[in-house]
Structures are given as structure tokens and as C-alpha cells.
């Protein structure tokens, strides 16, 4: 609407075409549950059960989804086993969001919590997929959580695209400019 925005991120077991089509079911299922008035934890559940329900799919897969209010200044979010995200604070301090559940499709009758924290100017939410994380260097050591948010603190005050660049930049660096899994991150910054 005119004053909220639905952000979501997730990440398929698994690589290839088989990864896709189940990538493609989720998107299908989001947009098809995502109404105006529906939660983040409606969004997980059916989702879930979507997923759950096409058996020839046999993945799972980390979620995440969140609703800005930007009147409220408030994100309500249900994350179902991805990798929690950041904000970023002014100052410096990190939020992680990790209130939600399981993974999505591999048991029907998940239950899935919400999430709320209110955002505020200045502040910067990093959403992100472990192939940033889990990028590794040539002596095997992983890029890992804590240097992913040291990187977005020390960007916080760039702007959203130039948190990512400067992140792509230190994890393409970490890793000799070759990454194993497919690696995704969102940045937006609240003003």
C-alpha cells in the first residue's frame, strides 16, 4: 500500500533446475497469499503448506518475510529458518531478526512465530542468503556472520547500494572472486 512494503528473501536446498522450479513455487505461493491484511506468520504457515503439499518439489527452503509499516515505523516479520537478518543501527548496535520457525516444506503442520522491531532514521536492515556467509577463502576459512556485519556496520551510513557493493566487494575478495553457492543480499536503509 501506500505506506507498507513486504520484503522477502529465501534460499533453496539444493542447486539446478530442481532448485528453480521450487524457488518459482514459492514465489508463486507468496505472491498468492500476500494480501494487504495478511501477517508474516499467515504468510510462513501457508507457504509451508504449500510447499509441503507438492511432494514432487521434496525440498526445503529458508524464508524469510517481513511487512514495513512506514507510518507505524514498524517491520513485522516471520523467519522460518534463514539466516537472520540485521539492522544495522545508527549507532552501530546490530538487531538480529530470527523470531519465526523452521523451514519451509518439510513438515505440514509447522507452527510459525512473528517478529516486530520498530526502525528507525538511520537505521539499515540487511537481509542476506548463506552463500555470502558460507563464502570461502582458499585456506577453507568461511566469510561467516560476524565479517558479513562488521562489513555492514562500517558501510551504514552509504547508501543501501553502497553497503552491498562494499559488502560484494569484501566477500569476492575473501574468496578469490569465485563463490560456491549463489550468494544474494538486500539492503534498505530507513530515512
Known amino acids: 500500500?501506500?505506506?507498507?512494503?513486504?520484503?522477502?528473501?529465501?534460499?533453496?536446498?539444493?542447486?539446478?533446475?530442481?532448485?528453480?522450479?521450487?524457488?518459482s513455487s514459492l514465489q508463486a505461493s507468496v505472491?498468492?497469499?500476500?494480501?494487504?491484511?495478511?501477517?508474516?506468520?499467515?504468510?510462513?504457515?501457508?507457504v509451508n503448506r504449500a510447499l509441503?503439499?507438492?511432494?514432487?518439489?521434496?525440498r526445503f527452503v529458508t524464508f524469510f518475510y517481513g511487512v514495513y509499516d512506514s507510518s507505524a515505523r514498524r517491520l513485522t516479520y516471520s523467519n522460518a529458518g534463514h539466516n537472520p537478518p540485521a539492522v544495522i543501527r545508527a549507532d552501530g548496535s546490530v538487531v538480529r531478526l530470527a523470531a519465526g520457525g523452521m523451514v519451509v516444506g518439510v513438515f505440514e503442520r509447522a507452527t510459525y512465530e512473528q517478529g516486530e522491531v520498530t526502525l528507525e532514521p538511520g537505521d539499515?536492515?540487511?537481509l542476506f542468503t548463506d552463500g555470502t556467509t558460507e563464502a570461502e577463502s582458499s585456506e577453507g576459512l568461511?566469510?561467516?556472520?560476524?565479517?558479513?556485519?562488521?562489513?555492514?556496520?562500517?558501510?551504514?551510513?552509504s547508501s543501501p547500494e553502497g553497503m552491498l557493493?562494499?559488502?560484494f566487494d569484501?566477500?569476492?575478495r575473501f574468496a578469490g572472486r569465485h563463490l560456491r553457492d549463489d550468494a544474494t543480499a538486500?539492503?534498505?536503509?530507513?530515512?
Open 1 to 23: 500500500s501506500d505506506t507498507t512494503l513486504a520484503l522477502s528473501i529465501a534460499d533453496v536446498c539444493g542447486k539446478g533446475l530442481p532448485a528453480a522450479l521450487v524457488m
Open 31 to 46: 505472491r498468492a497469499f500476500a494480501q494487504s491484511d495478511s501477517t508474516p506468520q499467515f504468510i510462513a504457515s501457508q
Open 52 to 58: 509441503c503439499r507438492n511432494a514432487d518439489l521434496n
Open 124 to 126: 539499515l536492515l540487511v
Open 142 to 157: 568461511e566469510f561467516g556472520d560476524d565479517r558479513l556485519l562488521e562489513t555492514a556496520v562500517r558501510y551504514r551510513t
Open 165 to 167: 557493493r562494499g559488502l
Open 170 to 172: 569484501e566477500v569476492t
Open 186 to 191: 538486500m539492503a534498505v536503509a530507513i530515512r
